[in-house]
């Protein structure tokens, strides 16, 4: 593998939590179909992979699954192919992953898709390529890393830390998973087949213990992450948006 080595073009889109913190406006909609700037975050996320060039893309469903499917359907409208995974009983993020684990026979992307980012997915890409590693999070600097994955980097960007949703004397940095990740196929053998796993809970703890290369990606300047958790978080990122896509509004704050 080198930096010259084309892109993924499949991902998978975590989407089946039920974003309990954001009713009303969640009552009869998943998480990530609330709408930002007049689309739901989901076709966000969706049109940012495209224009990255993937192709495939595989939606977990769990909480009101109607109203991805009706939206989305598969995919044809939006110029990609999606299919879908129903979890009866949640997985965890990273046991949603193994539960489709024949599609992704390459590198592949993961984006958790309740939250939106102009991360520079080829720059991500050529990071991950270069350091050969299983897996590289996209990170992002967070004032407050309490409700995130903590990350302490080498001088490498190699991960030697891992610590998910820290106690305020537990940080030892400010650097946090901003929920996109490159995989290699073969870190979904780590995963237990059975009963949920989480990824930062879970999987990279476990690598990290195995000695296995976990890289991260520190987004730069010109690369933002809105969190959409809360009703005050919405109310921000409408503001900040302002009825404008994300690519339009990256383009006047750069």
């Known amino acids: 593998m080198s930096e010259s080595c084309p892109m993924p073009t499949k991902a998978m889109l975590l989407a089946a939590g039920k974003g309990t913190r954001l009713r009303p406006l969640t009552d009869r909609l998943s998480k990530c179909m609330v709408e930002i700037a007049g689309k739901p975050i989901l076709e966000h996320n969706i049109e940012r992979l495209k224009s990255y060039g993937v192709t495939e893309i595989v939606i977990n469903l769990h909480y009101q699954p109607q109203s991805i499917t009706a939206h989305f359907g598969d995919g044809g409208r939006f110029g990609i192919h999606l299919t879908y995974s129903f979890e009866p009983e949640l997985r965890g993020t990273a046991g949603a992953v193994k539960q489709v684990a024949e599609v992704f026979d390459a590198p592949f992307f993961v984006w958790y898709g309740d939250n939106l980012s102009d991360c520079r997915l080829d720059r991500l890409w050529q990071l991950h390529a270069a350091r050969q590693g299983v897996a590289t999070i996209a990170l992002h600097h967070r004032d407050d890393p309490t409700q995130s994955g903590i990350v302490e980097l080498d001088d490498h960007d190699r991960v030697r830390r891992f610590l998910e949703k820290p106690r305020a004397e537990q940080i030892f940095s400010h650097w946090v998973s901003a929920g996109l990740l490159v995989l290699e196929p073969r870190v979904l053998e780590a995963i237990a087949g059975e009963g949920p796993a989480d990824f930062g809970r879970d999987l990279f703890p476990g690598l990290l213990e195995q000695g296995e290369a976990i890289y991260g990606y520190r987004m730069a300047e010109d690369e933002h992450l809105w969190w959409i ?21 990256t383009k006047e704050s750069a």
Request: glycine share 10%; charged share 15%.
């Open 229 to 249: 958790d809360t009703l005050a978080d919405y109310q921000s990122v409408q503001s900040a948006l302002g009825g404008r896509s994300v690519a339009s509004a």
